[in-house]
């Protein structure tokens, strides 16, 4: 089902919600036959079946609130990374900036290229659920430029350390992110929240209205409630997935900003 990433947002939100209609619908309008003549029989089905979907729309209520919620933390801590890996950047840019020719140089165009690498070549990647290692051989280079550089003053010792320790840093965040390009919901929770719309779904069926029209407004306002629910967790199941996923504007805004501030020092 990981195609469905790949669709636009407003079709995404329209199918979703288009397939609990079409069900809840349906299947109310195929067993109303059947109902009818329960309902009649029994005087308090309603009842009984009011007392069911109470309780088992507040169980499942809450699972699909929590499984909502825990979506949109993996989709906020997917953004937060974003940003700290972008941060992280733009301080190696402030610290290359200063390192004498011609290493200031080629550190900053090593990192340039990084950048460049990040935008146009692993985010597309991302979006497909794919991880591209190209960065690693990229990150290597500076690493060993770096350790060719040699301080002559106690000031230069001080700045390499620094610069020693946001390539550490930055590092590490750019492993974040790379854990979380496949990330998203157990797949055993999803089973559980279609079995169970499936199940809140089926028990509308059983419910007797005499005016048809009014119980299939309240049929179609709890299917659409429920579709949107579960259309707004799946956007955010898998936040590096598709087009809907994080932006890589963070990075184009340190390549478009600090890069052209450092170029502009020579």
């Given at each position: 089902?990981?195609?469905?990433?790949?669709?636009?947002?407003?079709?995404?939100?329209?199918?979703?919600?288009?397939?609990?209609?079409?069900?809840?619908?349906?299947?109310?309008?195929?067993?109303?036959?059947?109902?009818?003549?329960?309902?009649?029989?029994?005087?308090?089905?309603?009842?009984?079946?009011?007392?069911?979907?109470?309780?088992?729309?507040?169980?499942?209520?809450?699972?699909?609130?929590?499984?909502?919620?825990?979506?949109?933390?993996?989709?906020s801590n997917a953004?937060?990374i974003v940003t700290?890996?972008?941060?992280?950047?733009?301080?190696?840019?402030?610290?290359?900036?200063v390192y004498p020719?011609?290493?200031?140089?080629?550190?900053?165009?090593?990192?340039?290229?990084?950048?460049?690498?990040?935008?146009?070549?692993?985010?597309?990647?991302?979006?497909?659920?794919?991880?591209?290692?190209?960065?690693?051989?990229?990150?290597?280079?500076?690493?060993?430029?770096?350790?060719?550089?040699?301080?002559?003053?106690?000031?230069?010792?001080?700045?390499?350390?620094?610069?020693?320790?946001?390539?550490?840093?930055?590092?590490?965040?750019?492993?974040?992110?790379?854990?979380?390009?496949?990330?998203?919901?157990?797949?055993?929770?999803?089973?559980?929240?279609?079995?169970?719309?499936?199940?809140?779904?089926?028990?509308?069926?059983?419910?007797?209205?005499?005016?048809?029209?009014?119980?299939?407004?309240?049929?179609?306002?709890?299917?659409?409630?429920?579709?949107?629910?579960?259309?707004?967790?799946?956007?955010?199941?898998?936040?590096?997935?598709?087009?809907?996923?994080?932006?890589?504007?963070?990075?184009?805004?340190?390549?478009?900003?600090?890069?052209?501030?450092?170029?502009?020092?020579?």
């Amino acid at each position: 089902m990981i195609w469905i990433y790949d669709l636009p947002q407003w079709l995404l939100c329209v199918l979703v919600v288009a397939a609990y209609v079409v069900t809840s619908l349906l299947g109310s309008q195929l067993l109303r036959p059947w109902v009818r003549r329960r309902a009649n029989d029994q005087p308090e089905h309603n009842d009984l079946v009011g007392n069911f979907l109470s309780a088992g729309g507040v169980l499942y209520g809450l699972l699909l609130g929590l499984v909502a919620v825990g979506a949109w933390q993996n989709h906020s801590n997917a953004e937060a990374i974003v940003t700290r890996e972008a941060t992280r950047i733009a301080a190696l840019y402030r610290d290359f900036a200063v390192y004498p020719e011609p290493h200031r140089r080629e550190l900053v165009a090593l990192l340039e290229e990084y950048v460049r690498f990040v935008v146009e070549d692993a985010w597309p990647a991302q979006q497909r659920g794919e991880v591209n290692v190209g960065g690693m051989p990229r990150i290597a280079a500076i690493f060993e430029r770096l350790a060719r550089f040699e301080p002559v003053s106690p000031g230069q010792a001080s700045l390499h350390q620094e610069a020693l320790r946001e390539l550490n840093a930055f590092y590490e965040a750019r492993r974040e992110r790379l854990d979380a390009v496949n990330g998203g919901l157990p797949e055993s929770l999803w089973y559980v929240v279609v079995a169970g719309s499936v199940l809140m779904i089926g028990v509308t069926w059983l419910f007797f209205i005499p005016r048809r029209s009014l119980q299939m407004s309240l049929t179609l306002f709890l299917a659409i409630s429920m579709g949107l629910m579960v259309f707004l967790t799946v956007t955010m199941d898998h936040p590096f997935r598709g087009l809907t996923s994080v932006s890589a504007a963070p990075y184009a805004v340190v390549r478009d900003q600090l890069l052209h501030s450092a170029n502009a020092i020579e």
